[in-house]
């Protein structure tokens, strides 16, 4: 007698387990709609399409251990460039849905933070922990609200890559203010630093909620995107409170003569 063990194949992207008189069938289903895009749990870094992506072996199942370690951290770049260009220009059959990972989110999020600590009135300031405290903890939360308070059909790691990717506009609004700073003009642009902070807001809140927006149920997406779109007023609101003019006075012979 055979005896089923698994879900049901109204369940995609779910491991299901046939115990049969002598075999063992493990079959994982694909997907088959924009709304199932979330039920596809396993990820990768690399991206489809991409070039010097060769297969071996004779079921065709890619081994980067023969490869040159060049070719494996070009592949890599390539991959994360294409994620992020799926998060600055965002669309429903997002490629950060099917192949996710974490190398784009800290990257971005430490790049930020590094930025902040170099634009802060000394190197031994906590720039850096702010910016990195406040986004996972945010992290945290939305992933938590979105796979175990609701029905959205979306994994963790799903939310955290595309929640990660999503920083791209803040990156490059704090690259312009940092550029700002470098060439000592930055005194009296506090309005634009202001347009250039709530522009990369806004793009990151748009981008993120665009792809969360086809696995979320349509009567709960102002619930559930909500805290996507406060998290990232926080970061920039801390993006540009840091960004402003340095008050430190470098301590020199005649600052201290005339201290004392």
Request: aromatic residues 10%; glycine residues 8%.
């Amino acid at each position: 007698m055979d005896r089923n063990i698994g879900f049901s194949k109204e369940s995609p992207g779910i491991h299901s387990t046939r115990l049969g008189g002598s075999d063992m069938d493990l079959s994982i289903k694909s997907l088959g709609s924009d709304s199932d895009l979330g039920s596809q749990l396993e990820g990768d870094i690399t991206v489809q399409g991409l070039p010097n992506v060769q297969s071996d072996g004779p079921e065709g199942d890619f081994n980067t251990l023969d490869e040159p370690i060049l070719n494996t951290i070009t592949r890599d770049v390539k991959a994360v460039a294409q994620k992020l260009l799926g998060a600055l220009l965002p669309n429903s059959k997002n490629v950060l849905m099917k192949e996710w990972d974490l190398w784009g989110p800290l990257f971005l999020c430490t790049y930020i933070g590094l930025v902040l600590q170099n634009m802060g009135d000394d190197s031994n300031g906590y720039q850096f922990t702010e910016l990195f405290v406040l986004v996972w903890i945010g992290y945290a939360v939305i992933t938590y609200n979105f796979v175990f308070c609701s029905t959205a059909t979306i994994s963790t790691f799903q939310c955290v890559c595309v929640l990660g990717y999503s920083l791209g506009p803040l990156a490059i609004a704090v690259t312009l203010l940092q550029l700002m700073h470098m060439f000592n003009v930055i005194n009296g642009t506090f309005f634009l630093r202001f347009i250039f902070i709530c522009a990369a807001a806004a793009w990151s809140s748009f981008a993120s909620t665009k792809i969360f927006g086809a696995t979320v149920p349509e009567e709960k997406k102002i619930v559930l995107l909500s805290p996507v779109v406060v998290l990232y007023t926080l970061v920039a609101l801390l993006i540009l409170y840091h960004s402003g003019p340095s008050h430190h006075t470098p301590v020199t012979p005649t600052n201290m003569n005339s201290t004392n």
